[in-house]
């Protein structure tokens, strides 16, 4: 049985870290027992000052806070869990097979917190309800563990309760943030100054390829192809080795270069593009969407007779516009994140065409379209490549900055087919 930071592809150095912490942190642990022990027996008042408050030395291998980074699908949110399920391993190694991190890995282990922003951001009445439960004693006797993914979706509220939390950590509690980088726009500079940065690298294609064969049964040369398609981002390739439909919405992005002829198929472009990312999205919420608004009503007693029911209903209405709101920042974020899975493949098109302009001695990222991107080469040179490369990066860029998707895409479109 492989223990649980095997799944972490391509990132021996942050293995070795975290697993110096896992130990460092069963060594407190043991510590802690030790010095409690004879303190029960004897009865002899023991100052709070003999410890170090939460008994973590900031310059040993464990402490409370830690941040994350690397590029979407480098495996933060994956690093987060393991390490997680290593601290609360009975064994303080993430052994893999112990009751500690099975239940951690299985997302059911009573200490850990796993936080997924569903909307644009993390609000400040749903962290503080976070920092009020992490400051419990742990009920397995190890640490509270919070993770955090998506840090950098907090809202500045969000972040000050957080902050707050990691500025005084209660003795057991860890918290864990996941976020693109240390940089300010996505984590605050008094917050990262409180965590240990673990930077994860963008996993190589070959590291990819070998975790898909291995632990989803991928077969070998599809398992390469979907590796080098993804571009290092784990979960897209092994949706692509295994997902008919996540293949199909790759193929028509890539159709796009052919399909520039003019101004109006390029607005036409524009419209397929953004109409796919929203498919794409609405398949994925509609379900989770369904599913919670029927929970809710059922708890509001919806479809009960009599007054009571009528005041239920009316003062049912504020929480179901809640809800809506909820679901509607979730549907807009998952647009985005469709759109941008979208323009990524879109990128990797014409950086192929520009690396084959340059002759440069790289591997294409995307193999089937190689011979598509080498006549854009011949075509474009390595000028015209570059150019489009950098429309298409401007199109992501314009979207994060809140720019209307179909304006940002039309444009995109517009620059592609002009070059
Ligand atoms: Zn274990």
Redesign the pocket.
């Known amino acids: 049985m492989p ?2 930071f095997a799944d972490l592809v391509g990132q021996d150095e942050a293995v070795v870290e975290l697993r110096r912490a896992a130990a460092a942190a069963a060594a407190v642990l043991r510590a802690g027992a030790a010095d409690r022990a004879p303190a029960l027996v004897a009865a002899a008042p023991t100052s709070d000052d003999a410890l170090p408050a939460d008994g973590l030395d900031p310059s040993s291998g464990m402490t409370h806070a830690w941040i994350f980074t690397g590029p979407p699908g480098s495996g933060r949110s994956v690093a987060a869990r393991a390490f997680a ?2 601290l ?15 239940t951690t890995m299985g997302g059911t282990h009573a200490d850990v917190r796993m936080v997924v922003p569903e909307g644009l951001s993390i609000g400040v009445g749903e962290m503080r309800a976070l920092v009020l439960r992490a400051a419990s004693t742990p009920s397995g006797g190890r640490w509270q563990v919070v993770v955090i993914e998506d840090a950098d979706r907090l809202t500045e509220a969000a972040g000050n309760a957080l902050l707050k939390a990691i500025e005084e950590p209660p003795p057991r509690t860890v918290f864990l943030l996941c976020a693109p980088s240390t940089h300010p726009d996505d984590i605050s500079v008094t917050i990262r100054s409180r965590c240990r940065v673990v930077p994860l690298r963008q996993p190589p294609a070959a590291a990819v390829a070998e975790v898909l064969v291995r632990r989803d049964g991928v077969a070998p040369d599809v398992a390469q192809w979907a590796a080098a398609a993804a571009q290092g981002h784990v979960g897209r390739a092994r949706r692509l080795a295994r997902d008919p439909e996540a293949r199909k919405r790759r193929e028509a992005v890539l159709a796009v270069p052919r399909r520039l002829t003019g101004v109006g198929a390029a607005f036409d472009a524009a419209s397929a593009l953004i109409e796919a990312a929203e498919a794409e999205a609405e398949a994925s919420v509609t379900e989770a969407d369904t599913t919670e608004r029927a929970a809710l009503e059922t708890a509001l007693g919806a479809g009960g007779t009599g007054r009571g029911a009528a005041g239920a209903i009316r003062g049912a209405a504020g929480q179901l516009k809640e809800l809506e709101k909820r679901q509607k920042s979730r549907a807009t974020r998952a647009q985005r994140d469709a759109l941008d899975r979208a323009l990524v493949d879109l990128a990797g098109f014409y950086r192929d065409a520009l690396t084959m302009a340059l002759r440069a001695p790289v591997a294409p990222v995307h193999t089937d379209t190689a011979a598509l991107a080498g006549a854009g080469a011949q075509k474009w040179d390595a000028e015209g490549a570059l150019r489009r490369l950098e429309a298409v990066l401007a199109c992501r860029a314009a979207i994060e900055a809140n720019v209307k998707p179909r304006i940002a895409v039309e444009a995109m479109m517009l620059a592609l087919w002009k070059g």
């Open positions: 223990d649980v399920a290593a609360e391993c009975v064994h303080g190694t993430g052994c893999g097979e112990c009751p500690g991190c099975h």
